[in-house]
Structures are given as C-alpha cells and as structure tokens.
C-alpha cells in the first residue's frame, strides 16, 4: 500500500490487519500494521516528526491513481536502524487506525428534526454516546421540544439511520436569523461509579411531579406553569457564546 503523511509519501507492507464495528456508526473500520524503510536519513528524520503529527489523522492510504483513497491516525510507531553504519537502513513499524469522519445534517430527536450548522459527539470507553448540537429552530419545535418527554428516539442523519434511545437537554435563545437552540443528548445506558467519574440517575424531580400529578396535588394548570418556568429558565442571552 502508499500512504501519504505531509510531504511524506511512501510504500508499506501491511503486517497485522483487524476489522470492528464503529461505536458512532456501525460501520466497520480498520485497524492496521504497516512497516516500510526509510533508506535515506531526511526520509527517516521526516517519518519521525510524521508520526507525531498524524496522531489524530491526516495520513492517507492513496488509490492506484495516487489520490486519497481512506483517512487514518497514527496510534504507535516505533523505528529500528537495521545493519551497519553508513549501510544500514532505518525500519519503521506504524500502528494505524482509520479515520471516522462524523457529519449530521439532520438531527432528529422524537419528532423534532434540526439541521445543526455546528454539532460534536464522543463516545465513552464503556460506550456511551454523548452529542451536542446548534441549530435553527421554530417556535413550533421549541414548543415541542420544551414538552418532550426525558428519554426519545434520536436520529443522527447522516451518521446513522439507526434511533438511538437517548435523555436530552436544551438552552434556546434568539439568533439573528431567529430562534435557536443548543441540545445535548446522551445514551440511555446503566448508571456506574467509578473512581474517575459518577453516573447516577436524575434527581427524582421528574418521578416527583407524576406522583404528584397523579395524586391530584397538581393540576393541569400547576404542571403548565411548571413547564414554562423550566423552559424561561433556559433561555440564554448568547446561544452562540460557547464552544460545544
């Protein structure tokens, strides 16, 4: 296989390759094994500094024509110099991983689709999916959206055509051309204690209010004025005026 890294172009052998599903997809991806030789020491000196900047992509396997074929970062490299000074010749072993580039035009969430002009997601070490996105929205789906229930359907157009059962929160705001809303949704999944970190389930207040509710303690009238107040507490001045 050529790889291209930079300026760096070469040819590799490939020695190990595996295959696994994409926690954000599904869709397979590669992990690979590649050597190759560095005969000159610029060449040599060059796939060192390669190596360190490709961490988090920009090294591309390359078609038969010589164009970019699949995306990869560079997980491990080590080097070896094989032989006698001045004879010998640098070897150069690259774990590699393939790239994922992630890209929601839609995002659906129950039955409010958003077309985020700025979106995020991660996914945990134990699996766990959590996105961010910001996105136009009308008074209808904010309405909407400010009576969802905590744990809906979410659809990742784009990424995957696969609901994904998820909590979600919202801030909403005005933006020049509108309304506008930053929501944040994370898989549904088993609360865990860790030594690095806590999930535990929401606070009760939801569960508090059914019963409530349900008891006749609050009435339609109680239960709309609470939902307004949650959702006035939302709005914030500068829906653009943080990172996601």
């Known amino acids: ?3 291209r890294a930079g300026e760096l172009e070469f040819n590799a052998t490939v020695a190990e390759a595996s295959e696994s599903p994409s926690p954000q997809t599904g869709d397979p991806l590669r992990t690979l094994t590649i050597q190759f ?4 020491v610029p060449m040599h000196e060059q796939a060192l500094v390669e190596a360190e900047q490709r961490r988090s992509g920009g090294l591309f396997s390359l078609s038969e024509a010589g164009q970019p074929d699949l995306e990869w970062r560079v997980r491990e490299s080590t080097s070896s110099y094989v032989g006698t000074e001045p004879w010998g010749i640098n070897h150069h072993i690259w774990r590699i991983e393939q790239v994922e580039r992630i890209a929601c035009a839609r995002l659906v969430i129950g039955a409010v689709s958003l077309e985020p002009y700025d979106y995020a997601e991660a996914v945990s070490d ?5 996105l961010a996105a910001r996105a136009p929205i009308s008074q209808t789906d904010l309405d909407a959206l400010s009576l969802m229930a905590t744990a809906v359907p979410v659809v990742r157009i784009g990424i995957s055509d696969t609901p994904r059962e998820m909590t979600c929160a919202y801030m909403w705001g005005e933006h020049p051309e509108g309304l506008a809303v930053v929501v944040r949704c994370i898989d549904v999944h088993d609360a865990r204690l860790t030594l ?4 535990l389930p929401d606070d009760g207040l939801t569960d508090l209010i ?6 006749g303690v609050l ?3 109680d ?5 307004l107040r949650r959702h006035a507490a939302r709005r914030v001045a500068n829906i653009d005026g943080w990172p996601l």
């Open 1 to 3: 296989m050529r790889f």
């Open 37 to 40: 030789r560095a005969q000159k």
């Open 126 to 130: 134990d699996g766990v999916l959590r």
């Open 196 to 199: 690095d970190s806590a999930t």
């Open 210 to 215: 059914a019963v409530l509710s349900a008891n």
């Open 219 to 221: 009435d339609a009238a």
């Open 223 to 227: 239960l709309a004025g609470l939902r």
